[in-house]
């Protein structure tokens, strides 16, 4: 079927398909939003501008083609939203502009109008960023424009310019390098291809079923994909702060909980102050929200203000993504009086120091050094009503510190510098002290415990009088390597006897993930024997790089 | 010194002209933006379109507790909505700042200071 010419009645179809097309596909388009800001709501913005638009041509009673689109600019100003809507605006502006005389379009008045409409486009803007809806839209018009020279089929041009506006949008990765990270074709010009394929639709056309079309699920699946990304990315820079995805449709002035009225402001400041990622979008009846927040119930008390919930949904983003993201699982724990936090890797460690009464660990240690933000997560959930923390490594102390400053939870800092000096600070603690007589108890025990590590030299060194070469083994006290040598048991021998003096009583071996039980009980027997006045203990550390873990207190 | 962060290395101060030109960036990526104009619209000449070196001209930062508080002095294309473009720039801004800097970013306060018409209208 062909078309020669459009009147109002093609062109009213034509506007009423592209909203619909778009419509239909305003989810998808949301999912492929990465640029300018990735806040997943270009399909939505576009949406808007276009059914702005199209009521706008809608309620029009003319029946000339050129005040139709002069009708459907001045709507897509009005209802212009985001940045794709307000170019789509400008897109259709300079469309509007050049056909305004127009009672009826020919196939090549409609081509030179999507030309004129890019060149609108273009000029409203400093410096246009190619590989967004512009580059979309110039490739409509230049195939429109191309295809016009030859053919008075309007079918036949507006399918021009749909497979034009496709073309270009398959190379937007390779212009904006923003969108070839992420993998998606730019989200604006996505949405301008499904206006332009209501378009072609509307003129009778139809678009091949081999071609693609994303259906539902795969909407979906792209959609929790992006979804996905957007939040590991949080999980890599930033522990997600608001772990759940609410979304409500409120019915505005049903059944509401108060007698204020509706202000989308206040309404969008308020929820933008419990949380992230916002979207508000309202008429006079619904309002629709979806945010990342923390407190999906306050989200859900404030929407009931001002009607009814037709629609809630809570998802737990970081149960969602556990499987993705090596982390934690948060869990709410009910109320304690004391938290104690302890940074230690290895299993073995974390059990013991869970047994010696440390309510969260904090994976960490000599080569991973928590950050300030761990930290201050891990006092925040802890739920207690006042924390004490064993930073464990020298490193970390004055994270722990600057930790212990931001949080509203009173917090105290044991400067614990070993694993041997934080499990010694344990056994001083004491459940019914206040906060500044555990910190001082504790910060006093540490004294008591000398701390020796044994491990491999990673290369050639001198220090002092001693000469290590590469994958000896050496022996740290306190820090400071006192030994080295090839023997375990000359060097731990060699070490306990840098550590000991006439106080000492008890020694402690933790077996790292590189150590043997068997080993660690000839080191013992070996001390015992050197030192008969000591008695030894062995624990499995399982931590990892030092495969002996010598403590004497 | 505008932000300073403190790490456990050292400090990193950000002077206010680096805010301003990533703050102009943000604004002229956006479209509707014709141009960033001047703060001081006399002494500087009415409605001169700032060069890109010259953005500090047109960006005021201000720091509080809450955050960094920024004002931007933008001139449109005539026929877009302004309102909307302020708004994008506002958002296209806040979230550049606070990516680039990982500064948070309080207020993001637009000055329209004129209209360019462009030919043909």
């Known amino acids: ?553 | 010194m505008a932000v300073s962060i403190q790490t456990k290395y050292g400090n990193v101060d950000i002077s206010n002209e680096v805010i301003a030109t990533i703050v102009g960036c943000a604004a002229t990526d956006i479209y509707g933006i014709v141009g960033m104009a001047s703060k001081n619209q006399l002494r500087d000449g009415f409605n001169t379109i700032l060069k890109r070196e010259n953005f500090a001209k047109g960006v005021v930062v201000r720091q509080t507790e809450s955050g960094t508080i920024v004002d931007v002095y933008i001139i449109v294309g005539y026929g877009v909505k302004i309102s909307e473009v302020c708004r994008n720039v506002q958002s296209k801004v806040k979230y550049n700042l606070e990516t680039l800097l990982g500064a948070p970013t309080a207020h993001v306060n637009v000055y329209v200071q004129g209209v360019k018409i462009l030919e043909e209208d």
Do not use: W
Request: aromatic residues 6%; proline residues 3%.
């Open chain 1, 1 to 553: 079927m062909s078309v020669n010419v459009i009147t109002n009645n093609e062109f009213k179809d034509m506007i009423r398909m592209g909203s619909h097309r778009l419509g239909q596909n305003a989810k998808f388009v949301n999912s492929l939003n990465v640029f300018p800001v990735p806040d997943g709501d270009t399909g939505t913005n576009m949406n808007l501008t276009f059914q702005s638009g199209y009521q706008s041509v809608n309620e029009s009673t003319s029946t000339h083609v050129g005040e139709l689109a002069q009708s459907l600019s001045k709507g897509l100003l009005m209802g212009a939203r985001g940045n794709s809507g307000v170019i789509t605006s400008q897109i259709f502006r300079g469309f509007g502009k050049n056909i305004e005389s127009k009672e009826t379009l020919t196939a090549q008045e409609l081509a030179a109008a999507l030309v004129a409409g890019v060149q609108t486009a273009y000029k409203a803007v400093m410096k246009p960023v190619e590989g967004t809806i512009l580059t979309v839209a110039r490739g409509a018009s230049e195939a429109a424009a191309n295809v016009a020279k030859s053919s008075d089929d309007i079918t036949q041009v507006m399918l021009a310019a749909v497979n034009g506006a496709r073309k270009a949008l398959a190379t937007t990765p390779d212009l904006l390098p923003v969108l070839k990270e992420v993998g998606v074709v730019d989200s604006g010009g996505q949405g301008l291809v499904f206006i332009y394929e209501g378009f072609f639709e509307a003129l009778g056309g139809n678009l091949e079923a081999s071609e693609y079309q994303p259906d539902e699920t795969e909407m979906d699946e792209m959609l929790n994909a992006v979804h996905h990304q957007a939040v590991q990315n949080q999980f890599s820079n930033d522990d997600i702060q608001n772990g759940f995805c609410t979304e409500m449709m409120v019915t505005l002035g049903v059944n509401a909980t108060s007698n204020d009225t509706f202000n989308y402001d206040d309404f969008r400041n308020y929820l933008d102050g419990i949380g992230d990622s916002l979207l508000v979008v309202a008429d006079d009846e619904v309002v629709k929200v979806h945010v990342h927040t923390q407190h999906p119930q306050k989200v859900f008390t404030y929407g009931r203000r001002y009607g009814e919930l037709a629609k809630i949904k809570i998802d737990n983003m970081r149960i969602q993504h556990e499987t993705i993201v090596e982390d934690q699982p948060v869990k709410e724990q009910p109320q304690i009086d004391y938290g104690i936090i302890a940074v230690a890797s290895g299993t073995g460690l974390e059990k013991l120091f869970q047994s010696l009464g440390v309510t969260t660990i904090i994976s960490g240690g000599q080569t991973m050094n928590p950050s300030t933000k761990d930290i201050v997560t891990a006092i925040e959930q802890s739920n207690a009503k006042r924390v004490l923390i064993l930073p464990n490594n020298g490193n970390i102390i004055m994270a722990a510190k600057q930790a212990g400053q931001v949080v509203d939870i009173p917090t105290a800092i044991i400067p614990s510098k070993s694993i041997a000096q934080g499990m010694t600070a344990l056994l001083s603690f004491d459940m019914n002290a206040d906060l500044e007589q555990n910190e001082a108890n504790m910060t006093d025990a540490l004294s008591t415990v000398k701390s020796g590590q044994i491990t491999t030299a990673v290369r050639d060194t001198e220090i002092g009088n001693l000469k290590i070469n590469k994958d000896d083994l050496i022996g740290l006290v306190d820090g400071d390597i006192v030994v080295s040598g090839q023997d375990l048991l000359q060097v731990s021998q060699e070490m306990v006897a840098k550590m000991v003096d006439e106080d000492s009583e008890i020694v402690t071996i933790l077996i790292g993930a590189d150590g043997s039980q068997e080993m660690a009980e000839n080191i013992s027997q070996n001390i015992v024997t050197a030192f008969p006045d000591l008695e030894t203990e062995i624990h499995n550390g399982d931590q990892p790089i030092y495969p002996y873990l010598i403590s004497v207190e």
